[in-house]
């Protein structure tokens, strides 16, 4: 009796339970469900039939929305959009920790400003060196914001506001910005990355190669 009314409790707090317990329920009475079956013979002619699927297999997940930047990223419903470095291995750290918690809430935009397609004219005229100085993100009206705000803009939108909550209020804000800007400044040497004036030499060397390559073609 117990285990009775523990089923039928979870069948009615969950629904996938119960339906899942219905096609359980239901299977003795069909027997030959593996075999293939035809549909009624369509306005065209044409007879399709739908074979069952077997025990253990999978179907393949509908692909969602991809942002332009990453393949796990979402298009729709942003409310703000993150321009990150995607050549800085501490700073993916982050960018992919929120990324997978943006799963859930579809509210971030992630632009890789490192990639060859970053466009400032797309990014309110934010170009390459002025985001590889400090984190910027764009709301959805097109408010820049920049420093621990901007941290605390994308942690609010994926549920965990509470993390960056205590540096809206002085002298926190101060102090927290102060110490985001030694970060900033020296950022590329904690992360063992040359200077910024050689990774700028070196992008303007692979736009040039590419574009010779192109001529040549």
Known sequence: ???????????????????????????????HLHHSFPL????????????????GSTLDPVTPKK????????????????????????????????????????????????SEEYSPEENQGLDYITVMGRIHAILADGTV?????????????????????????EPIATVADAVYGVWAKYRLQITGRPPLEEILESRRMKKEQACDDNCKM
């Open 145 to 169: 914001v920049k420093d621990v705000e901007a941290f605390r803009k994308l942690y609010e939108a994926v549920g965990l506001g509470w993390i960056y909550a205590i540096t809206k209020y």
């Open 67 to 114: 942002d332009e930047g990453n393949k796990h990223d979402y298009d729709h419903n942003w409310t703000i959009k993150m321009l990150y470095d995607g050549d800085c291995p501490l700073c993916m750290k982050e960018v992919n920790m929120l990324r997978e918690k943006n799963k859930e809430y579809g509210s971030i935009k992630f632009v890789d400003i490192s």
């Open 1 to 31: 009796m117990a285990l009775r009314g523990a089923i039928s409790i979870g069948r009615r707090a969950n629904p996938v339970f119960r339906s899942a317990s219905s096609i359980f329920a239901n299977s003795k009475s069909f027997p």
């Open 40 to 55: 009624p013979q369509t306005k065209h002619g044409v007879k399709h039939s739908i074979r069952a699927i077997h025990q």
